[in-house]
């Protein structure tokens, strides 16, 4: 079983940029593939990014792709989730999850494991 915290969320103007952190407990965070997801009010879990045990193979969505990185610290269990160019359509809460499957997915109900979220808010 693994533990996730989200970190770096807060308010920015558009155009700005963000870097979320997903920090986790345990000893086999290489053993997960581990994801980002999205939810607006009123809206659907979405998907933002994905990337593998090792880090080799990462997934964005379209509507973050160019805009968004995602990165792994193995040696710090930690997820990274670096946003840039913020729109205010960005404006959610953030997810972080894990995987046990090896293959990176972008599907919210392949996940175990689910942090508690943070907040990213994009003032226009």
């Known amino acids: 079983q693994v533990q996730l915290v989200e970190s770096g969320g807060g308010l920015v103007q558009a155009g700005g940029s963000l870097r979320l952190s997903c920090a986790a407990s345990g000893r086999t965070f290489n053993s997960y593939t581990m994801g980002w997801f999205r939810q607006a009010p009123g809206k659907e879990r979405e998907f933002v990014a994905t990337?593998?045990?090792?880090?080799?193979?990462?997934y964005y969505a379209d509507s973050v792709k160019g805009r968004c990185t995602i990165s792994r610290d193995n040696a710090k269990n930690t997820v990274y989730l670096q946003m840039n160019s913020l729109k205010p359509e960005d404006t959610a809460v953030y997810y972080c999850?894990?995987?046990?499957?090896?293959?990176?997915?972008?599907?919210?109900?392949?996940?175990?494991?689910w942090g508690q979220g943070t907040q990213v808010t994009v003032s226009s």
């Open positions: 999850a894990a995987d046990t499957r090896a293959l990176p997915s972008p599907r919210p109900r392949e996940y175990d494991y």
């Open positions: 990337i593998s045990r090792a880090g080799g193979i990462t």
